[in-house]
């Protein structure tokens, strides 16, 4: 019996298979090789490396941060050997290591060439952010983002892909620090380089609005900033840069002062436009009557642009005709449109002075028509103060009652003026009336006449009164004359008596009613003057009238000796 070989093994053929079937004996632990997807199940990824078990990776491993997995079976994909054959017969892989090893590798020699890597910023963290660098996580903190700002919402930057460059490694503990910052930096020193090259007083250049304070604009140029001062933005006035102007906002600048030693740029915008105060007066002129806007308040004035041009002013003095005007924020609002009068074109100021009363016709001059001296009416409390009350009269007047004549006693006043308050109604009288200082005078007490006054009529000056006294004191002595009006007198020491030695306050008691002259009054403190002295010197003359004379000789005792006897 024969046996047909169909085919027979050379040499070569035989070492060949020989050599294929050791080849994987010379992978070692702790190294990467690269194997073959062959099945992936239950979040579980199965590599073929060519050794006698296969490996399982987490599929987890094969996700960058932020992504789903993105591998299939048949791919190839280098991993990490950890153990082969373990224990439990099957080979230890890690796809995880294998690309951070080969990530460090990378990163190492971009680090120490200085070369610019791409990352994939895919998380914030306090401080910075998480940066991706090939399945190596950097720290890019918040300082190194951006040198031309602070960008304050950092989510804008998230899983975009940015170049980086890399400040700090250490493989030890796992750490790396990037920035954006340095990136930029570099650029910026040749944009400055190239835009110092050819910048000049009078260039106009375009740049991005980087910053807004109060008291101007920082224009990025691109390697270097210049300040637009707020009032080098508008040829009118205006109270913010952010009024104008916006953040990032693309605009075109003229330098008007370079400073090269320092590199600092002083910069217009207003001045790209012609100056309209050159042509004011051919658009403007006194007493011309003009709508314009009102752009700011404040407590002395209102600011107003005329012709969306020019700056003017309404001063508190012209805003109204009252004396004394409320805050011109009672009168006007922030945009409105008002109407007012050209006084003034302030050439100098760069202003025009306005008024918003003369609009109306001047109340004073009409005031008279209306109204006389000794007129009463009731009207409403305007304002209260510590020295009185204004109240409205007509129109735009106000006029005033002084404290003190609010009621004619003046220990009154203080607690009158208390109770009052705005809003009030109350009746005054006119007292005087002076158009030319346009004031008016007004009082309460002299709706009702002054009970002194009264007082006097019925009994003049000379006449003899009763009266009850009411207070004693070193001076003299206080005479209640009429209590329901509330009329007082007051004897001074010198008056008590003609005698010198008569002329003692303890020789009378509270409460006792005496006999006096009125010879006087006492405006200021509101009092008459009464003289005990002045009627025993009345009643000498009336005795020596009726029962002698100066000229008989006889003495007052001997008529009035005479006069008791009969």
């Known amino acids: 019996m024969s046996v047909n070989v169909s085919s027979k093994l050379t040499n070569s053929e035989y070492d060949k298979l020989i050599t294929n079937s050791f080849k994987n004996s010379k992978i070692k632990e702790k190294s990467i090789i690269t194997g073959t997807v062959v099945s992936i199940e239950n979040e579980i990824v199965t590599i073929d490396v060519g050794l006698k078990s296969e490996g399982r990776v987490p599929l987890s491993e094969f996700s960058r941060p932020g992504h789903s997995a993105e591998i299939n079976v048949g791919d190839t994909t280098e991993v990490f050997i950890e153990n082969v054959d373990n224990a439990n017969g099957e080979t230890s892989l890690s796809r995880e290591k294998a690309v951070k090893q080969k990530a460090w590798h990378d990163l190492q020699e971009s680090f120490s060439n200085n070369q610019i890597v791409t990352g994939m910023p895919f998380n914030r963290v306090k401080g910075g952010m998480s940066v991706d660098l090939n399945g190596v996580t950097a720290f890019l903190p918040g300082s190194q983002i951006d040198t031309r700002q602070i960008v304050k919402d950092t989510k804008e930057l998230l899983n975009k892909p940015l170049e980086l460059l890399i400040l700090k490694m ?109 042509n004011v007066h051919d658009s403007i002129k006194q007493d011309d009557v003009i709508n314009c806007k009102v752009t ?148 309460v007490k002299h709706l009702n006449n002054d009970p002194i006054q009264e007082y006097l009529k019925k009994n003049p000056l000379k006449t003899k009164v009763t009266g009850k006294i009411s207070e004693i004191d070193e001076k003299g002595i206080k005479v209640e004359l009429d209590s329901e009006n509330k009329v007082f007198g007051y004897i001074k020491k010198m008056n008590l008596s003609k005698d010198k030695n008569e002329q003692k306050t303890d020789r009378f008691a509270n409460g006792e009613n005496v006999d006096s002259v009125i010879i006087s009054i006492d405006n200021k403190m509101r009092v008459l003057n009464l003289s005990i002295k002045e009627l025993e010197i009345q009643d000498e003359k009336e005795a020596l009238s009726k029962y002698g004379s100066s000229a008989s000789g006889a003495s007052l005792g001997d008529i009035l000796g005479s006069v008791l006897k009969k």
């Open 296 to 443: 700011n308040i404040n407590d002395s004035q209102i600011n107003i642009t005329i012709n969306d041009t020019y700056d003017g002013i309404v001063s508190l003095s012209e805003l109204t005709w009252l004396k004394k005007p409320p805050h011109p924020s009672k009168i006007v609002n922030l945009n409105d449109i008002v109407e007012v009068k050209i006084l003034e074109i302030d050439d100098d100021k760069k202003r025009i002075n306005c008024s918003l009363k003369q609009m109306k016709d001047n109340p004073w001059m009409k005031l008279e028509e209306n109204y006389n001296i000794n007129d009463s009416f009731e009207t409403e409390i305007v304002n209260v103060v510590d020295f009185g009350i204004f109240v409205k009269v007509h129109d735009e007047i106000d006029g005033m009652v002084h404290v003190s004549d609010l009621s004619w006693d003046e220990k009154e006043c203080d607690s009158i003026l208390k109770n009052l308050k705005k809003g009030d109604k109350i009746k005054v009288k006119i007292l005087d009336i002076n158009v030319d200082k346009e004031r008016i005078s007004l009082g």
């Open 170 to 278: 250490d493989k030890y503990r796992g750490n790396i620090v990037v920035s954006r910052k340095a990136i930029t930096e570099n650029e910026l020193k040749e944009q400055r380089k190239e835009l110092l090259s050819s910048i000049e007083e009078g260039s106009i250049i375009e740049g991005k609005v980087k910053n807004l304070t109060d008291y101007g604009a920082f224009i990025d140029l691109g390697g270097l900033d210049g300040l637009v001062h707020v009032t080098d933005i508008s040829w009118t006035k205006i109270n913010n840069p952010s009024d104008v102007l916006e953040l990032n906002q693309s605009i075109k600048v003229k330098v008007l002062k370079f400073d090269e030693e320092l590199s600092r740029l002083s910069l217009g915008i207003k001045q790209l436009t012609p100056n309209p105060w050159d």
